[in-house]
């Protein structure tokens, strides 16, 4: 299994940045998709979720500039992030529940993260 991020980068504070995750390998029912995030110093942090059904899920912390969605054709999930903080400044994690309706075991994987710097 292999979840390939990208766009990460250096931002300056209002900007935008879209974060892509590209799944490969799955071959379990995939249920919801999600990014984290976790900064020096703070705990992982949720930072958007999408079921398979397409409802979605923020935290106050982005709710309003952050947007999650999901391409089921391609296992692919993007997390568009508008009018950026200095505080969005962390690792960003993309994770994937998947189900094996054969018995009912759920399992979760995580991509190797992408960093976003937001200066002032």
């Known amino acids: 299994v ?8 250096l931002v300056q504070a209002g900007g935008s940045l879209r974060l892509s995750c590209a799944a490969s390998g799955i071959i379990f029912r995939i249920t919801a998709m999600g990014w984290y995030r976790l900064a020096p110093g703070r705990q992982r942090e949720l930072v958007a979720w999408i079921t398979s059904g397409g409802s979605t899920n923020y935290p106050d912390s982005v709710k309003g500039r952050v947007t ?7 296992n692919t999930v993007l997390l568009q992030m508008n009018t950026l ?16 309706d054969s018995n009912g075991r759920e399992y979760v994987y995580w991509g190797q993260g992408t960093q976003v710097n937001v200066s002032t």
């Open 2 to 9: 292999q979840l390939v991020e990208s766009g990460g980068g």
């Open 85 to 100: 903080k200095p505080e969005d400044t962390a690792d960003y994690y993309c994770n994937i529940h998947a189900v094996d």
């Open 68 to 74: 999650i969605s999901r391409d089921n054709a391609k």
